[in-house]
């Protein structure tokens, strides 16, 4: 079909080819970096440093308890 519409077109065709193909290699592996990584390095589910909002409530809770046991 293309081959007779003439040496342009082919081109063209071609050439989007392989600007698509490679587009969607890059992309995969651009993905396929960034799993690798996530698995290499890990993030912790939980702050391993108390923010000063922890400190606040645990103190809070310290103080707090004793006064609500002794009414």
């Known amino acids: 079909m ?3 519409a003439g040496n342009e077109q082919v081109a063209a065709a071609i050439a989007f080819s392989l600007a698509l193909f490679s587009h ?3 992309h995969t592996i651009m993905r396929l970096q960034s799993a ?3 698995l ?3 993030q912790p589910l939980l702050p391993t440093v108390p923010s000063s ?3 606040i409530f645990i103190v809070s809770v310290i103080i707090f308890i ?3 046991l002794v009414c």
Do not use: Q
């Open 24 to 26: 969607v290699l890059n």
């Open 2 to 4: 293309l081959w007779s």
């Open 66 to 68: 004793p006064l609500l």
């Open 40 to 42: 290499e390095h890990p």
């Open 53 to 55: 909002g922890h400190i």
């Open 36 to 38: 690798l990584y996530d």
